[in-house]
């Protein structure tokens, strides 16, 4: 039965290309109000299981449902789900607006719509440019302009930072903050947690098409989240020093350098300073995700 | 939101698969040698008025005839237009846009119905510039009366749309644009009429009973089907109830055919199976 929660449901959910099985036993929900982080390395099985919720690959197994029902029998899916997916062209002869139109007219939505839209993701001066001459960043904010016609309760992106610049992205980050705020429903996907940090409230994270995290972005990693690398004067008066105030995670790198972990810049520099030892070199390192997947899925963090 | 009836679906769909077509310049593309090929079929009368020996430009079934030949070749551009608006949408990759916001076996139908449109103005425009040149080039031509005139157009309408539909069909089920159009021309201007005399080969034994069932099958084919159709009511005109059959037998290319109106039924079954394989084809494919 189509309930109008915006709600994602997707259970024991799996895709086999011949040999390659892409996803398996896949299972989590996206709610409405949060921004959900869907990350994975590439090839870990993101786009398909996302091209699985939109009805554009079947399931070898398991379901994927919108707001109840599969894909394709909501009655109007541009009006419930918005996507912005890899791969996802334009022709190259048609302009923005004439693109927009032809969406528009399938999902029922009124044309002034187009314009509002155009707006939106600040392309109504190119509007009436063949999309042919587009630079890879338009597309994209095309590509959401289309997603958003249909005013949509749910939001459906695959990796849309790439191709927008920082600006962009910041815009981005902010409208689906924004967007999951209203009530609605946000489902986002990046290999790059540094990406997703910001935005995303809860994130499934996946590898080699299996779950291998959920939960809030707080609970991923740990204690092990950062560490700090300094090049000192002295480091074993500094190791002593930090040991001191209760941080237990410090190494010697092979380079000599000092590597803390579960500390923050600050707190190193203000250490040393106190110990009066000369810092030469400091690095905060955030843990990267490919780090992550080898803790989580139980190698050793390099 | 409350669920949308079906019949707004199908308004939606429509809507924008005109949107889709009209807002690209393919349509109107191939409409100008559409009109081309039949203002220079008309204008001399084509091959008939040269092959038919003992009819002379002035009898209106030579104007009849060509205009059926230029009907012919339209609808091969009619088949066209609809492989590359099917398949255009895999090689531009705005499937997946298309599918989201309709669903696939509503998009197919919309698509078909629209490219059927273009492949019936496709049709008119033939026609109506070709009579244009028959009329003037041909000098002593008469204007064909109305009757038969207008059920060739019909006929041409009929057929021109019903190639639209096929197009739509191969272009959906191969979804590679060179390979599908490609595949239309060569079938059509080639390999049907190969097929054709291979299949009449036996047929010239003298045999009083008539071609052998084989021979019959050349009819039945779906380019011999739109030619029988189109070529049923010129060939009337100009050879007469009694040896109509035999002219629309030479005009044609095939052995013993049925009934115009048959054939149109026989084309119109060729565009049904070919939805129906686009539709369980296209209904399972993955877009990746
Ligand atoms: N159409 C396809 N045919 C065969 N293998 C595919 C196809 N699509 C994806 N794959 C494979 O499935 C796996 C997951 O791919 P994908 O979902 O694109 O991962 P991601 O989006 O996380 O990078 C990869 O090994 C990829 O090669
Ligand atoms: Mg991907």
Same mark, same amino acid.
């Given at each position: 039965?189509?309930?109008?929660?915006?709600?994602?449901?997707?259970?024991?959910?799996?895709?086999?290309?011949?040999?390659?099985?892409?996803?398996?036993?896949?299972?989590?929900?996206?709610?409405?109000?949060?921004?959900?982080?869907?990350?994975?390395?590439?090839? @870990?099985?993101?786009?398909?299981?996302?091209?699985?919720?939109?009805?554009?690959?079947?399931?070898? %197994?398991?379901?994927?449902?919108?707001?109840?029902?599969?894909?394709?029998?909501?009655?109007?899916?541009?009006?419930?789900?918005?996507?912005?997916?890899?791969?996802?062209?334009?022709?190259?002869?048609? @302009?923005?607006?004439?693109?927009?139109?032809?969406? +528009?007219?399938?999902?029922? +939505?009124?044309?002034?719509?187009?314009?509002?839209?155009?707006?939106?993701?600040?392309?109504?001066?190119?509007?009436?440019?063949?999309?042919?001459?587009?630079?890879?960043?338009?597309?994209?904010?095309?590509?959401?302009?289309?997603? /958003?016609?249909?005013?949509?309760?749910?939001? &459906?992106?695959?990796?849309?930072?790439?191709?927008?610049?920082?600006?962009?992205?910041?815009?981005?980050?902010?409208? /689906?903050?924004?967007?999951?705020?209203?009530?609605?429903?946000?489902?986002?996907?990046?290999?790059?947690?540094?990406?997703?940090?910001?935005?995303?409230?809860?994130?499934?994270?996946?590898?080699?098409?299996?779950?291998?995290?959920?939960?809030?972005?707080?609970?991923?990693?740990?204690?092990?989240?950062?560490? &700090?690398?300094?090049?000192?004067?002295?480091?074993?008066?500094?190791?002593?020093?930090?040991?001191?105030?209760?941080?237990?995670?410090?190494?010697?790198?092979?380079?000599?350098?000092? %590597?803390?972990?579960?500390?923050?810049?600050?707190?190193?520099?203000?250490?040393?300073?106190?110990?009066? &030892?000369?810092?030469?070199?400091?690095?905060?390192?955030?843990?990267?995700?490919?780090?992550?997947?080898?803790?989580?899925?139980?190698? &050793?963090?390099? | 939101?409350?669920? #949308?009836?079906?019949?707004?679906?199908?308004?939606?769909?429509?809507?924008?698969?005109?949107?889709?077509? $009209?807002?690209?310049?393919?349509?109107?593309?191939?409409?100008?040698?559409?009109?081309?090929?039949?203002?220079?079929?008309?204008?001399?009368?084509?091959?008939?008025?040269?092959?038919?020996?003992? #009819?002379?430009?002035?009898?209106?079934?030579?104007?009849?005839?060509?205009?059926?030949?230029?009907?012919?070749?339209? *609808? #091969?551009?009619?088949?066209?237009?609809?492989?590359?608006?099917?398949?255009? =949408?895999?090689?531009?990759?705005?499937?997946?846009?298309?599918?989201?916001?309709?669903?696939?076996?509503?998009?197919?139908?919309?698509?078909?119905?629209?490219?059927?449109?273009?492949?019936?103005?496709?049709?008119?425009?033939?026609?109506?510039?070709?009579?244009?040149?028959? $009329?003037?080039?041909?000098?002593?031509?008469?204007?064909?009366?109305?009757?038969?005139?207008?059920?060739?157009?019909?006929?041409?309408?009929?057929?021109?749309?019903?190639?639209?539909?096929?197009?739509?069909?191969?272009?959906?089920?191969?979804?590679?644009?060179?390979?599908?159009?490609?595949?239309?021309?060569?079938?059509?201007?080639?390999?049907?009429?190969?097929?054709?005399?291979?299949?009449?080969?036996?047929?010239?034994?003298?045999?009083?009973?008539?071609?052998?069932?084989?021979?019959?099958?050349?009819?039945? $084919?779906?380019?011999?089907?739109?030619?029988?159709?189109?070529?049923?009511?010129?060939?009337?005109?100009?050879?007469?109830?009694?040896?109509?059959?035999?002219?629309? =037998?030479?005009?044609?290319?095939?052995? *013993?055919?049925?009934?115009?109106?048959?054939?149109?039924?026989?084309?119109?079954?060729?565009?049904?199976?070919?939805?129906?394989?686009?539709? #369980?084809?296209?209904?399972?494919?993955?877009?990746?």
């Amino acid at each position: 039965m189509h309930e109008h929660t915006g709600r994602i449901t997707v259970d024991g959910l799996g895709k086999r290309f011949g040999a390659v099985e892409a996803v398996r036993g896949l299972g989590f929900t996206v709610e409405p109000g949060l921004v959900t982080g869907f990350l994975g390395p590439n090839g @870990s099985g993101k786009t398909t299981t996302l091209r699985m919720i939109l009805g554009l690959v079947a399931p070898t %197994s398991g379901t994927a449902l919108v707001e109840g029902v599969p894909f394709a029998s909501l009655d109007s899916p541009g009006r419930v789900v918005g996507a912005v997916l890899e791969a996802q062209g334009f022709h190259p002869a048609r @302009s923005a607006r004439r693109h927009l139109r032809v969406c +528009a007219a399938a999902i029922g +939505a009124p044309d002034p719509r187009v314009g509002e839209v155009l707006g939106l993701v600040g392309l109504t001066a190119d509007a009436d440019r063949r999309v042919g001459g587009y630079s890879l960043g338009m597309k994209q904010r095309l590509a959401l302009a289309t997603a /958003l016609l249909g005013d949509p309760r749910i939001l &459906v992106l695959d990796e849309p930072g790439n191709g927008l610049d920082p600006a962009g992205i910041a815009w981005l980050r902010d409208f /689906l903050r924004g967007f999951a705020r209203s009530g609605r429903s946000v489902l986002v996907s990046s290999h790059q947690l540094a990406e997703i940090g910001q935005t995303a409230d809860r994130v499934v994270v996946i590898h080699r098409g299996a779950c291998v995290y959920q939960g809030e972005l707080a609970g991923l990693g740990g204690g092990r989240r950062a560490r &700090v690398l300094v090049r000192c004067a002295e480091p074993v008066t500094l190791a002593r020093a930090l040991v001191a105030k209760g941080l237990m995670e410090v190494d010697t790198l092979p380079d000599g350098r000092l %590597s803390i972990g579960g500390a923050n810049a600050v707190l190193v520099g203000d250490t040393a300073l106190a110990a009066g &030892v000369a810092v030469y070199g400091l690095v905060e390192e955030q843990m990267d995700l490919e780090q992550l997947f080898l803790q989580l899925t139980g190698g &050793v963090a390099g | 939101m409350t669920a #949308v009836p079906s019949a707004g679906l199908a308004a939606r769909m429509v809507k924008a698969e005109l949107r889709r077509t $009209l807002s690209v310049r393919m349509w109107w593309a191939l409409l100008i040698p559409v009109v081309l090929l039949s203002l220079s079929i008309n204008v001399f009368g084509g091959v008939f008025s040269s092959s038919l020996s003992g #009819v002379g430009g002035e009898t209106p079934g030579v104007l009849l005839a060509s205009l059926a030949y230029s009907l012919s070749l339209g *609808s #091969v551009f009619a088949a066209v237009h609809g492989a590359v608006q099917s398949s255009g =949408e895999f090689r531009h990759r705005t499937i997946t846009t298309t599918y989201l916001t309709g669903g696939r076996v509503p998009v197919l139908l919309a698509r078909s119905g629209v490219a059927a449109a273009v492949g019936a103005l496709y049709a008119l425009g033939s026609v109506a510039f070709g009579l244009l040149a028959g $009329l003037l080039g041909q000098g002593s031509a008469t204007f064909p009366s109305a009757g038969p005139l207008l059920g060739l157009i019909g006929t041409g309408i009929a057929v021109c749309a019903l190639w639209a539909v096929l197009g739509v069909a191969v272009g959906t089920l191969m979804t590679n644009q060179a390979g599908a159009v490609v595949l239309l021309l060569v079938y059509v201007l080639a390999i049907e009429n190969v097929l054709s005399l291979i299949l009449k080969s036996g047929s010239g034994s003298g045999l009083d009973a008539g071609p052998p069932a084989i021979a019959r099958i050349t009819s039945y $084919l779906p380019a011999n089907a739109g030619d029988v159709a189109l070529y049923d009511i010129p060939a009337v005109v100009l050879a007469g109830p009694r040896y109509g059959r035999d002219a629309v =037998e030479s005009l044609a290319g095939v052995a *013993s055919p049925p009934p115009g109106w048959a054939s149109l039924v026989v084309l119109a079954l060729w565009a049904g199976a070919g939805i129906a394989a686009a539709w #369980v084809v296209g209904e399972r494919r993955d877009i990746t």
